[in-house]
């Protein structure tokens, strides 16, 4: 199986940081990763698709790079509705396993 | 508009079987592949497993293999999840999920969940 997993674990952030969120997989993946964003009590919600493609109406200050095995999420400008948990997912192999997730909040 | 909408979640004892249901409108259910996903309360998503258009492939996470079986009814537009054996770790919110077209297994739209307890 393709073990994945996220850095950090949590971070704290102000309205207007960027942040970046990394993600690796145990082995390459090329592109097929996928970011999703969840809220608590909510479902999650797809962010970036094939490592950097922004899915429709998702704000642009969201961004995907890499491929292979490393892959990062970067938020330009955080905004209040950004504080979130992120997970990342490989669309490579079965089974279609999650990273851990990375918690965003308020500094 | 696109909706998937879960069902079905409730108590049952360890041991004991549900089914889930998930309706979808708003899209040919029958052109997409379709997912189920759960989470354990407080932890990361878990993939439970996969379905193809037709229902002709199907894939299943390790832990859930030989108790759980996913089926659809392309002409009910229904997404199902038998669940049985269930244990307790089995306790999550569970998801069904839209599988877009391209680029493997990638969840585009997400039921509101659904969730078990399986708990004596």
């Known amino acids: 199986d393709i073990q994945m997993t996220q850095s950090p674990s949590s971070l704290s952030a102000s309205v207007g940081d960027r942040v970046t969120i990394t993600c690796r997989s145990s082995q390459s993946i090329s592109n097929y990763l996928n970011w999703y964003q969840q809220k608590p009590g909510k479902a999650p919600k797809l962010l970036i698709y094939?490592?950097?493609i922004l899915q429709s109406g998702v704000p642009s200050r969201f961004s995907g790079s890499g491929s292979g095995t490393d892959f990062t999420l970067t938020i330009s400008s955080l905004r209040p509705e950004d504080f979130a948990t992120y997970y990342c997912?490989?669309?490579?192999?079965?089974?279609?396993?999650f990273g851990p997730g990375t918690k965003v909040d308020i500094k | 508009e696109v909706q998937v909408v879960d069902s079905g979640g409730g108590l049952v004892q360890p041991g004991g079987s549900l089914r889930l249901s998930c309706a979808a409108s708003g899209f040919t259910f029958s052109d997409y592949e379709m997912n189920w996903v759960r989470q354990a309360p407080g932890k990361g998503l878990e993939w439970v497993s996969y379905?193809?258009?037709?229902?002709?492939?199907?894939y299943y996470a390790d832990s859930v293999k030989g108790r759980f079986t996913i089926s659809r009814d392309n002409a009910k537009n229904s997404l199902y999840l038998q669940m049985n054996s269930l244990r307790a770790e089995d306790t999550a919110v569970y998801y069904c999920?839209?599988?877009?077209?391209?680029?493997?297994?990638?969840?585009?739209?997400w039921g509101q969940g659904t969730l078990v307890t399986v708990s004596a």
């Open positions: 379905i193809s258009s037709s229902g002709s492939a199907i």
């Open positions: 997912q490989q669309s490579y192999n079965t089974p279609f396993t």
């Open positions: 999920a839209r599988d877009r077209p391209e680029y493997g297994v990638t969840l585009d739209y």
């Open positions: 094939a490592a950097s």
